[in-house]
Nanobody
Framework: QVQLVESGGGLVEAGGSLSLSCAAS????????MGWYRQAPGNQRELVAA???????NYADSVKGRFTISRDNAKNTVYLQMNSLKPEDTAVYYC?????????????????WGQGTQVTVSS
């Protein structure tokens, strides 16, 4: 069974930094896209940043220049370094991964979510 296990997050003052990590475990062939999403109370879940296994990245405009996404393909782990945090970054952060697995028909690609981790930025 494939699982995404997140770590990191917590409480920090505005202007501070936090880092998140998310590791994929279980039986699978390959992890394709990995990304971070966030959801604040009353808001929809939104993309923060994503990275494909070649290293190409994509960021939400609101975090460009402040957040950095990276991955370690050997460890099937994605990281999010968050600097210059603002109160509006407060949310539950979720890891998402597109994972290729063996199926009875050959192979298939499935989406998985982490359990979520709270990031709170005080003003």
């Amino acid at each position: 069974q494939v699982q995404l296990v997140e770590s990191g997050g917590g409480l920090v003052e505005a202007g501070g930094s936090l880092s998140l990590s998310c590791a994929a475990s279980g039986s699978f062939l390959r992890v394709n896209v990995m990304g971070w999403y966030r959801q604040a109370p009353g808001n929809q879940r939104e993309l923060v940043a994503a990275i494909i296994n070649s290293g190409s990245t994509n960021y939400a405009d609101s975090v460009k220049g402040r957040f950095t996404i990276s991955r370690d393909n050997a460890k099937n782990t994605v990281y999010l370094q968050m600097n210059s945090l603002k109160p509006e970054d407060t949310a539950v952060y979720y890891c998402k991964a597109e994972i290729q697995e063996r199926t009875l028909a050959g192979t298939g690609t499935f989406l998985y979510w982490g359990q979520g981790t709270q990031v709170t930025v005080s003003s």
